[in-house]
């Protein structure tokens, strides 16, 4: 079926060791997106990417670092994880052209102990 | 840059009330204003969508209205049910990007 997925859906890590978090979507959509969100539910966009070698850092500052290789992987990596880090990552993709709304990934929920 | 302000931040209703969540926006450029509905534990759903060339769209019982003269956008469910108990989260787009502005999200309580 053709969606969005993120793994893994729940990870508990220690302080300083490095992460990655991954996110692939099967639908040749050409746009990805990571967005963090808070308990509060707000969401925050932290990297996008409009294509293959294309990546670009959202508004929120963040210690993390991306890749996009292939036009359907987008990982989201943490060189070095702080309990600041715990939270809701979110993956999200879009469609060629303007004007599309999202598609979510069912999130990978950090904790940073 | 575009700003978008999101109300009430939480809205408790009775099952068959109706609902309405109201969104601002600060660019006169955006023309797109897609609504997206989280349940508890599960990703954001788009559900419904507008742009700028349209005043309402309807999809059962959700409908979007756009006063681009105002800058304000709103979602109106009818005849709430429990399952539409969830955050909601309004955005606005301008014309030549891709990256939505999202309000702060509201909170819908249906109550049995």
């Known amino acids: 079926e053709a969606d969005i997925y993120q793994t893994p859906r729940y990870l508990v890590i220690g302080t300083g060791k490095k992460i990655t978090l991954e996110c692939s979507q099967t639908?040749?959509?050409?746009?990805m997106y990571w967005y963090q969100q808070d308990p509060g539910m707000e969401l925050h966009l932290i990297h996008y990417?409009?294509?293959?070698?294309?990546?670009e850092k959202g508004d929120l500052s963040s210690e993390s670092t991306v890749s996009r290789i292939r036009t359907e992987h987008f990982p989201l990596t943490l060189e070095s994880a702080r309990p600041s880090h715990t939270s809701q990552y979110l993956c999200a993709s879009s469609e060629p052209g303007l004007n599309y709304g999202y598609t979510f990934g069912s999130g990978t929920r950090l904790t940073v102990v | 840059g575009e700003n978008v302000e999101q109300h009430p931040s939480t809205l408790s209703v009775q099952e068959g009330d109706s609902a309405v969540i109201k969104c601002t926006y600060s660019?006169?450029?955006?023309?797109?204003f897609p609504w997206y509905k989280q349940e508890l534990g599960k990703r954001p759903q788009l559900i419904i969508d507008i742009r700028s060339n349209v005043g309402e769209k309807k999809d059962q019982r959700i409908a979007v209205t756009l006063n681009k003269t105002a800058k304000h956008f709103s979602l109106h469910i009818t005849e709430t049910q429990p399952e539409d108990s969830a955050v909601y989260f309004c955005?606005?787009?301008?014309?030549?990007?891709?990256?939505?502005?999202f309000g702060r999200g509201t909170s819908l309580i249906v109550h049995p």
């Open positions: 639908m040749g959509h050409d746009k």
């Open positions: 660019d006169s450029a955006s023309n797109y």
């Open positions: 990417s409009y294509g293959v070698n294309s990546t």
């Open positions: 955005a606005a787009l301008a014309g030549g990007s891709y990256i939505p502005t």
